[in-house]
């Protein structure tokens, strides 16, 4: 049998060591190795997809009886695309002629793909796009971020977010909105539980006496919640913090019970009026992203930046700038990937080319609905004169 396709044996397993083995002639060639290990750390087939009908098409009645079950299409509650694009070129995509038991095509490209003569079945390597959801199902990137980036002095580094607790002077929550923004912050946002569990054990080691403190918000199941007058998390719809909050919930309270107890809850707290100062004013704390250091250079636009940082700064991977897919555009013209002048070529490593100046370096993201977005990148060096005004930006600017 051909080793691109022999199957092989894996089983998954909840914890624990999990033990692989693969056919006769699998191991003659790298892919098929990659491909089966991809299924363990949690992969499917790529024409399983939900949506895969939109991009190829599956000719069941061509397909050997013994193998079917290979090509039928999952469930949207088994498989999570986190967004990226349907990947033509997936290590753990089959060939056209896959199990075929009539000698005749058991998958036809169609779609995008057959526009841009996209080939399927490849096993020499991971795709930019698997690599891309390898990365973002285990968090690789943002702990990258999470250990190279710093903040400034004065504010309390966690993960990727630096905080500034504001013990006083105590507001209420428009005030302390924009006392934030004074430092191009915003009133703290808690979004995972790790952040929670963080917070509260860093007011209660580091401010004893101080019992409560204002929030921007909290996120329950990747969701927001305001807390209303009787305790209880209502969801909301958005979180733009900077447009308020709806008028008859509260904001988020950190609060500490008593000054004798560790004890520390989140509690719903009116955002007050003037004329209920000071009742409703308490300590807040301000929230910014952590950054790289600054990197020196000539242009405070990053042109010169050839490093190889090859994610965004919300964490996504790079598109190649040689691939036409998921995004197409113009910005390597043909046969300029050897003298390129703006350090682009055959990787996905953040670049800010002539062709589409920016005010950094940014690259093309590897997710459908998101074309491109800016770098964690900062140039140690005086503004210069933008000539390229004309350049839409067609994405909110992610600082």
């Known amino acids: 049998m051909d080793p691109f396709i022999q ?3 894996f089983r998954h397993v909840g914890n624990g060591e999990q033990k692989l083995s693969i056919g006769r002639g699998c191991n003659e060639v790298v892919g098929v190795a990659v ?22 098409e599956v000719l069941m009645e061509n397909v050997a009886s013994r193998y079917k079950k290979d090509f039928e299409k999952l469930n949207k509650t088994l498989v999570n695309s986190r967004g990226y ?6 290590i753990m995509h089959y060939k056209e002629f896959t199990f075929t038991n009539t000698g005749d095509e058991t998958i036809k490209v169609k779609g995008i793909g057959k526009k841009l003569r996209m080939p399927i079945g490849q096993r020499t390597a ?8 390898l990365n973002d199902m285990y968090h690789c990137n943002k702990k990258q971020d999470a250990n190279e980036t710093v903040c400034l002095p004065g504010w309390t580094k966690f993960q990727r977010s630096c905080y500034k607790f504001i013990k006083r002077p105590k507001y209420q929550f428009a005030a302390a909105v924009k006392y934030c923004r004074e430092f191009n912050s915003y009133l703290a946002q808690v979004d995972n539980k790790y952040e929670d569990k963080f917070l509260k054990k860093y007011v209660v080691k580091k401010y004893p006496n101080t019992l409560r403190w204002r929030l921007g918000g909290r996120k329950i199941n990747d969701t927001f919640y305001w807390i209303n007058e009787h305790n209880e998390p209502i969801e909301i719809n958005y979180s733009n913090w900077a447009e308020g909050h709806p008028a008859k919930y509260t ?3 950190l609060r500490k019970h008593n000054k004798t107890t560790k004890a520390i809850s989140w509690q719903g707290a009116w ?4 004329k209920n100062v000071p009742k409703n004013a308490y300590s807040f704390i301000c929230e910014r992203p952590a950054k790289r250091k600054c990197i020196p250079g000539n242009h405070s636009d990053g042109r010169e930046y050839r490093g190889t940082l090859a994610h965004t700064f919300s964490g996504i991977t790079c598109q190649n700038w040689n691939l036409q897919y998921p995004h197409q555009h113009k910005v390597i013209p043909k046969g300029t990937l050897q003298t390129d002048p703006d350090g682009l ?3 996905n490593y953040c670049r800010n080319p002539s062709k589409i100046r920016r005010n950094r370096p940014w690259c093309y993201t590897t997710k459908s609905k998101i074309e491109w977005e800016y770098c964690d990148i900062h140039i140690c060096s005086k503004p210069v004169k933008r000539t390229d005004n004309k350049i839409p930006e067609r994405l909110t600017n992610r600082n």
């Open 7 to 9: 199957a092989s044996n």
């Open 251 to 253: 904001s988020m309270v």
């Open 126 to 133: 991971m795709s930019n796009i698997d690599i891309a959801q």
């Open 85 to 90: 694009p349907y990947d033509y070129l997936s």
């Open 35 to 56: 491909h089966e290990l991809l299924h363990a750390l949690g992969f499917w087939h790529e024409q399983s997809r939900p949506d895969r009908d939109d991009y190829v």
């Open 271 to 274: 955002t007050g009026s003037f």
């Open 345 to 347: 070529g055959e990787h």
